[in-house]
């Protein structure tokens, strides 16, 4: 509109209310995210242990069909502690690799074609920013994750009786607590990758190479040093200590748990401190 014909009005409409505003970058991440037809199949890929977990409670239950396939119901594996610990480690490993997927798609793409002056230029946050960015991964994990284990929970409830339920509350709480720090562990992780490595491919690879290598170097301290020290760089087996103390179930592991809590807490510090580092309206480039 030409400046001369002072036909201009401020904007007059409703407003988004402040403590939604990062929602917006949620919405429009999931509208880009949903266009890859692989991250769909991928999606139903991670739904398919879930469905078979369901499937062995409802026939370990079925005393007709246990009694035609000749299975002895003490031969079953138990639905306790046990039984939810594997799905959770199953489940963890899924969340592993579609954060892999999904976390260089989110910060990257911003730093690369330099948006984030575009959204601080506007009354929004960095906190709101990253906030926006990291419910993308939890509520796209929390689909694979503690929502479908819940679901076991309820399913094992409803076949064995509520009395059940309100005896094993805390396997309920185990499964939530356990994977949601998994995966906030996970997202902060991957949007501290993403925001510094600003090849996508590279920061994928490298998502799984902190694992991997951790995994590989933590083995390697352990048998040269002959301690169990190095079990603490490698962040699958102390988020499966913290996963098996909150299901009650012993997983053989000498890790304290206490030595797990606290290598978490200081791994999302860390990656908090790489995105503020990052996640700024401008950069300085030498």
């Not at 594996?77 to 480690?89: Q, V």
């Not at 490698?234 to 290598?263: E, F, I, K």
């Not at 580092?277 to 950069?283: L, P």
């Amino acid at each position: 509109m030409a400046v001369y014909k002072r036909n201009y009005k401020g904007y007059a409409g409703p407003l988004t209310a402040r403590w939604s505003r990062f929602l917006i970058l949620t919405r429009y991440s999931y509208a880009r995210l949903f266009q890859s037809q692989f991250l769909l199949i991928f999606l139903m890929v991670c739904l398919i242990p879930p469905i078979c977990f369901a499937a062995f409670i409802y026939l370990s239950h079925n005393l007709k069909f246990l009694a035609l396939m000749r299975i002895p119901t003490d031969q079953l594996l138990a639905i306790s502690g046990r039984f939810f610990y594997y799905y959770c480690t199953v489940q963890g490993v899924l969340a592993y690799v579609l954060t892999a997927l999904v976390a260089p798609n989110l910060v990257s793409p911003d730093l690369v074609n330099g948006a984030l002056p575009l959204y601080f230029c506007r009354p929004f946050s960095r906190t709101q920013y990253v906030a926006g960015k990291l419910g993308v991964l939890l509520a796209i994990l929390s689909l694979i994750t503690w929502v479908p284990g819940l679901l076991l929970f309820l399913i094992e409830s409803s076949v064995t009786g509520w009395d059940w339920a309100f005896d094993n509350l805390w396997l309920a709480w185990g499964i939530f607590a356990g994977l949601l720090i998994w995966i906030l562990v996970l997202s902060l992780i991957g949007l501290a990758l993403s925001a510094w490595v600003k090849w996508k491919i590279a920061a994928g690879a490298l998502l799984l190479g902190v694992f991997f290598a951790g995994a590989g170097f933590g083995s390697a301290i352990d048998s040269v040093m002959r301690t169990n020290v190095g079990a603490l760089i490698n962040l699958a087996q102390v988020a499966q200590t913290l996963q098996a103390d909150l299901l009650r179930y012993d997983s053989g592991t000498d890790m304290p748990v206490s030595s797990a809590w606290l290598v978490l807490g200081i791994t999302c510090a860390m990656s908090l401190a790489l995105l503020a580092r990052r996640v700024r309206a401008f950069e300085v480039v030498k």
